[in-house]
């Protein structure tokens, strides 16, 4: 498993609620490598809860949203946006988890849309929350006018969690 350099870092302008790490609202993700999947360790915490002591839905939905485009950057090399996401709420998520898993793969391209199926494990990997998002993705010319260049992975293997 290896880390993913973020490649909107000192970008004018960036300021992702998902990824960057100087949003100060932001839910500040980072993304791994792991054979075909796209990994983030995320950390819960009260700001982000809907009822007591439970992660708000609309949060777990970006974290799947969020999971997805990082698949999008790093396994296709390009950009694009989110064109559906359905969300399976199987388990409240507790705020107080120490980390969550966040874990997204690519199950299915045809053309330029590209699905991509996320789930959401519990700090015990018991599988709380599956995502299914429809991605648009665009040409590599289109992502270099939006920005995008390449998305590469930062230096040794790291052990795994």
């Given at each position: 498993m290896r880390k993913i350099k973020n490649p909107w870092l000192y970008r004018e302008g960036y300021n992702c609620f998902g990824c960057c790490p100087d949003n100060?609202?932001?839910?500040?993700?980072?993304?791994?490598?792991?054979?075909?999947?796209?990994?983030?360790?995320?950390?819960?915490?009260?700001?982000?809860?809907?009822?007591?002591?439970?992660?708000?839905?609309?949060?777990?939905?970006?974290l799947i949203d969020e999971t997805a485009g990082w698949v999008v950057f790093r396994k296709l090399q390009t950009s694009g946006v989110t064109s559906s996401l359905n969300v399976r709420y199987k388990k409240a998520v507790s705020t107080l988890e120490p980390e969550l898993t966040i874990r997204g793969r690519i199950t299915e391209q045809r053309r330029n849309l590209v699905t991509i199926t996320v789930e959401l494990s519990n700090a015990n990997g018991?599988?709380?929350?599956?995502?299914?998002?429809?991605?648009?993705?665009v040409s590599s010319d289109k992502a270099k006018e939006l920005g995008f260049t390449e998305c590469e992975l930062e230096g040794e293997e790291l052990l795994s969690f």
């Open positions: 100060p609202l932001g839910l500040h993700m980072v993304f791994f490598e792991d054979g075909d999947d796209i990994v983030s360790y995320w950390k819960p915490g009260d700001r982000y809860q809907g009822w007591l002591n439970v992660l708000h839905g609309g949060i777990i939905a970006s018991e599988l709380c929350v599956t995502g299914e998002v429809v991605y648009f993705i």
